[in-house]
Structure formats: structure tokens, C-alpha cells
């Protein structure tokens, strides 16, 4: 180590002379899995998500969701049929939870791709290099266009398969993500623990993997739930639509859409029930969100 370097390393802060301890990521991670349980609304949310999760999954459906019975259609809810049927004659019960089946797991999909490919942009993207004013460029040309129509024309031109879906929804939330993450990164590299590892001969690429990436991960854990909640709706969206996952697959946005047909003649079961659904997954990925940023934001302070 040159002279230059040691004296730089001695006069930073003892905290800063043990980078590898990773800075705020450290305290932050562990306040977060201590202050889960103790911050209701992140319980509340986490639960009521992995509880419909499960629900799709293993709860026991009355009736078949994919199996329509053409002598209870629109069946108003009784005894029989929870939730009611819908004109097709299925059970609104069965197919509210087994819509869960596919919806969640496709936005939580669509949530991890878009994760995976906007941290290692945005932190390329704060780098002080010629591919770093490329990629801000490019995403400033590609965000000109409304992301929504563009995720609704990507699935209407390719097909309205489950990977073309997973894949709109990555290509909506992927800037979100690239900025966050350069934004982040451009606050660190100026902290002291930056420094000491820079002082120290720590390679650009190891500054970045083991210092500045773990440092942005809580704030990418609470926007992931932002986006999580955004991709339900991008689904929902593209079901209404008919672009989306198509009956007889259970999805809640189909079912709003065979739902609003009978709103006007009184049968207000028939959507109702999937929009609440969706209405509930939303609210609770933005309590997740939110106890997210207030556990982390206490551990940083």
C-alpha cells in the first residue's frame, strides 16, 4: 500500500477503516428482520399476502373454477355458492382464490426480473463513463412513451402467453429500478466507508458488489412491494382488456370484466368480489412498502 493511501486509510473514521462490514446495509438488514414483527402494518401486509397465496394454492374449493354450471348461472350468494356465479354459471368463490394461482405469481415474477436487470444498469449507470450517460439516455427515450400502452401493445403484438406477461411487466418496472438504484449509488460513493475501501485497493467492481449493492437493497425491498402492487394491476389490466390470461383461467381481471357486463341488472356480486380481491393484494404490498422504508429509515438514523 503507497504511503498516500495508508495515511488516507488512518485519518478516516475507525468505522470506515472495516468496509466489508457493509456500511449501513448491515444495521439496516438486521433492524429490518428485528423490527418486522414489531412494525404491524409490514406484518399485516406480509401476512394477508402469504395468506391469499396459500388460500389459491391449497385452500379447498367448493366447486371446480374452471368448471362452469350452466344451471346456477348468475346465482346470487347462498348457502351453496359463497360469492355467487357469474353468467357463465361458475362459482365466484372458487375462482376469486384461484385467481391467485396465477396472478401473484406472475406479478411477483415480473417483480424479481425487473429487479434483476435494474440493479446491474442503475449501478453501471453511476459510474462516471461513457455507457453510463447511454443508459440514462436511453431511458429517458424509452420512459417518453406511456409504459402502461406499451406493456398492453407488447402482449396484444406477441401473444398473451404467461412469459410475454411476465415480461411486460418487468419492461414497466425496470426503470423505476435503474434510477433507484443509480440514485442510491451516486449517494454512497461519496460516503466514508467508500473511501476507505477505494484507499484501501478495493477494485471498482468489488466497490460496487460489496459495498454499494448491499447498501441499496432496502430501499429496492420496499419498492419492490410498490412494484409487486403495480404489477397486479398491469395484469388486471391486461385481462380486462381480453389480452391478458384468458377464461377459462381463473384471473381476477377477467373476472371484473364478465362482471361489469351485469352491474347495470343488478348482479353486483359477480365483480365485486374480484375487485375487492385485488383491491386487498394492492393495499397490502403498500403496507409492506411502507414498513419497509420506516424500519430501515429508523436503523439509518
Do not use: Y
Not at 359463497?82 to 372458487?94: A, N, Q, Y
Not at 411477483?108 to 435494474?118: F, M, N
Not at 411487466?169 to 460513493?189: K, M, W
Not at 375487492?276 to 424500519?295: E, L, P, Q, S
Amino acid at each position: 500500500m503507497s504511503k498516500a493511501r495508508l495515511a488516507l486509510a488512518k485519518a478516516l473514521p475507525k468505522r470506515a477503516e472495516m468496509p466489508a462490514e457493509g456500511g449501513r446495509a448491515g444495521r439496516a438488514l438486521r433492524a429490518l428482520a428485528r423490527g418486522a414483527l414489531a412494525h404491524k402494518g409490514l406484518t399485516i401486509g406480509f401476512v394477508v399476502i402469504l395468506l391469499i397465496l396459500l388460500a389459491g394454492f391449497f385452500a379447498p374449493l367448493p366447486h371446480d373454477p374452471i368448471q362452469p354450471n350452466p344451471e346456477s348461472t348468475l346465482q346470487s350468494p347462498d348457502g351453496e355458492f359463497w360469492f355467487g356465479t357469474d353468467r357463465f354459471g361458475f362459482d365466484v368463490f372458487s375462482r376469486v382464490f384461484a385467481s391467485a394461482r396465477l396472478d401473484l405469481p406472475i406479478a411477483l415474477a415480473g417483480t424479481l426480473l425487473s429487479i434483476a436487470v435494474g440493479i446491474p444498469l442503475g449501478l453501471a449507470a453511476s459510474n462516471k463513463s461513457r455507457w453510463s450517460e447511454r443508459i440514462m439516455r436511453g431511458l429517458d427515450m424509452f420512459q417518453s412513451f406511456p409504459l402502461l400502452v406499451l406493456a398492453f401493445a407488447i402482449v396484444a403484438l406477441t401473444g398473451n402467453t404467461l412469459r410475454n406477461i411476465i415480461f411486460a411487466i418487468a419492461l414497466v418496472n425496470v426503470p423505476r429500478f435503474i434510477r433507484l438504484v443509480r440514485s442510491e449509488a451516486l449517494v454512497l460513493r461519496e460516503s466514508r466507508f467508500i473511501e476507505a475501501a477505494t484507499a484501501i485497493g478495493a477494485s471498482r467492481t468489488r466497490v460496487m458488489l460489496r459495498h454499494v449493492m448491499p447498501n441499496t437493497m432496502g430501499i429496492v425491498l420496499a419498492q419492490a412491494s410498490l412494484a409487486a402492487a403495480h404489477a397486479i394491476i398491469v395484469i388486471a389490466g391486461l385481462s380486462f382488456l381480453g389480452i391478458g390470461i384468458t377464461p377459462p383461467d381463473a384471473s381476477w381481471g377477467v373476472m371484473i370484466r364478465v362482471g361489469s357486463q351485469n352491474i347495470a341488472t343488478g348482479q353486483w356480486w359477480v365483480s365485486f368480489f374480484p375487485g375487492a380481491m385485488v383491491f386487498v393484494t394492492i393495499v397490502a404490498f403498500n403496507m409492506v412498502a411502507d414498513g419497509v422504508t420506516r424500519v430501515i429509515g429508523r436503523a439509518e438514523d
